[in-house]
């Protein structure tokens, strides 16, 4: 089974700052990869699809990147409604949800 | 506008069964792979089974293979999970969501706590 690990787990940010989120794959995934974003409360949301692509409606501050087994969320200007906890997942083999980055306002 | 509704959660004793069910608009539900996905409290989401457009296709977590079986009715639009042998591990959210490009849709969940 594939594993997938994110790091770091909590991320202290101020408004403004440029934030990277981190997932591995232990095994190539190539770029099947998605980042879903979920607020307190709520149902998770697809923030970007195969690794770099912007689901509709998504700020564009939001992107991504990678492949293989290394990948990145990028926000690029923090935002206080960006407070949230942003997993990855991969569905080249199965399917496979990391722990989660829980990003909050410093 | 994508919908999904789930509902059949609630209190549930250890060992026995629980039938959910997920109610689809908004897009052609007959052409479209569908998930349920779990979030114990507190804690992350964990994948539980995904079943294809044509229920050709089923998959399960290894935590729930034999327990746990995902059917559709794309005549009725919905998903469904039925939950037996059920474990105190088991309560949890329960999402059901679109299969498309890994997973893109998510009902906003029903709750199943088992307790005795």
């Known amino acids: 089974d594939i594993q997938m690990t994110q790091s770091p787990s909590l991320l202290s940010a101020s408004v403004g700052d440029r934030v990277t989120l981190s997932c591995k794959a232990s095994?190539?995934?190539?770029?099947?990869l998605n980042w879903y974003q979920q607020k307190l409360g709520e149902a998770p949301k697809l923030l970007i699809y195969y690794t770099n692509s912007l689901q509709t409606g998504i700020p564009s501050r939001f992107s991504g990147s990678g492949s293989g087994t290394d990948f990145t969320l990028t926000i690029s200007s923090l935002q206080p409604e960006d407070v949230a906890t942003y997993y990855c997942?991969?569905?080249?083999?199965?399917?496979?949800f990391g722990a989660g980055t829980k990003l909050e306002l410093k | 506008e994508v919908q999904l509704v789930e509902s059949g959660g609630g209190l549930v004793q250890p060992g026995r069964s629980l039938k959910l069910s997920c109610l689809a608009s908004?897009?052609?539900?007959?052409?479209?792979?569908m998930n349920w996905i779990r979030q114990a409290p507190g804690k992350g989401l964990e994948w539980v089974a995904s079943?294809?457009?044509?229920?050709?296709?089923?998959y399960y977590a290894d935590t729930v293979k034999g327990r746990f079986t995902i059917s559709r009715d794309n005549a009725k639009n919905t998903l469904y999970l039925q939950m037996t042998s059920l474990r105190s591990e088991d309560t949890a959210l329960y999402y059901c969501a679109r299969r498309r490009t890994g997973i893109d849709y998510w009902g906003q969940g029903v709750m199943v706590t088992v307790s005795s």
């Open positions: 095994q190539n995934i190539y770029k099947y």
């Open positions: 908004g897009f052609t539900f007959s052409n479209y792979g």
């Open positions: 079943i294809s457009s044509s229920s050709s296709y089923i």
């Open positions: 997942y991969q569905y080249n083999s199965g399917d496979t």
